[in-house]
């Protein structure tokens, strides 16, 4: 094992004790990427506290969690509160399926689908490039070679058109500093039959314990996707807390 693995294990345990003693079962705060100025499609306010302030189609934006937060997603509790081969089923992967996983992290979901398109390829995409590294040292460590990394921005996650046949987003989208910009980008770079999977806490069940701003309803999110040119095609229930939102292009 690398000199760098050892030191990003000893991090990343520190790091997961801190979450638990700060946040119990709570998404870390972090300081937001700043957002440029407000426009037709956003709306700036007094940001919450675990918001930026900026409102898009009645929505305040969530804080982004940081790299500093990587413990969080790693945490070992996570297959038992979110149980992930359950997701990793419902999304019918192909082995020539080209996957992009949008807000990646530490590529918990990447590693966990890449066997699964064997002939294919993930894409594990992130803002953060302290998160991409972390990416490349678990890859490295497990022999992995169909899972690239690719540094997105706060506009665009890079994806070439026409290109992918998933784009999943795992806790991520409310986060989107721009979600309309974004949205349009990942709608470019789907096949013609790719789809868009988000997967979301229950906004509508204030017993989940996660802030509010990190959930989001069912009804929210297909308002969002239904102006970036996607069509709903079914909601999956079958995790404990989080919804399974489907997505295709509309007219395909």
């Known amino acids: 094992m690398t000199r760098w693995l050892r ?4 991090v990343l345990s520190v790091t997961v004790c801190f979450a638990f003693l700060l946040a119990g079962c709570q998404v870390l705060p972090a300081t937001p990427i700043a ?24 929505r305040e934006i969530a804080q982004v969690m940081g790299h500093l937060g990587a413990g969080w997603l790693e945490r070992p509790s ?21 996957v992009a996983d949008i807000g990646a992290g530490t590529g918990y979901f990447s590693f966990r689908m890449s066997p699964l398109v064997p002939q294919g390829t ?10 991409l590294e972390i990416v490349e040292g678990i890859k490295q460590e497990k022999k ?9 921005s706060i506009t665009n996650p890079n994806l070439k058109d026409d290109s992918i046949d998933l784009a999943l987003m795992v806790d991520a989208y409310h986060e989107f500093d721009h979600p309309r910009e974004m949205m349009q980008a990942i709608v470019q770079a789907l ?13 509508e069940n204030p017993l989940i314990p996660i802030k509010a ?11 969002e996707m239904a102006v970036v040119g996607l069509t709903w095609l079914e909601t999956k229930e079958t995790l404990p807390q ?11």
Do not use: C
Not at 242 to 251: E, Y
């Open 122 to 131: 993930v894409l594990a995409v992130d803002v953060q490039p302290e998160m």
């Open 78 to 98: 996570r297959e038992r509160e979110e149980q992930p081969q359950t997701l990793i089923k419902a999304l019918a992967l192909k082995p020539t399926h080209v």
């Open 35 to 58: 957002s440029t100025a407000p426009d037709a499609v956003y709306q700036q306010r007094s940001p919450s506290s675990d918001g930026i302030g900026k409102v898009y189609m009645g």
């Open 191 to 203: 096949k013609p039959s790719g789809r868009v999977v988000l997967v979301e806490y229950r906004g």
């Open 242 to 252: 989080q919804h399974i939102l489907i997505f295709g292009k509309q007219g395909v």
């Open 213 to 223: 701003l990190h959930k989001m309803t069912q009804r929210q999110v297909r308002k």
């Open 7 to 10: 030191w990003w294990r000893i």
């Open 144 to 152: 992995v070679n169909n899972v690239k990394t690719v540094l997105g």
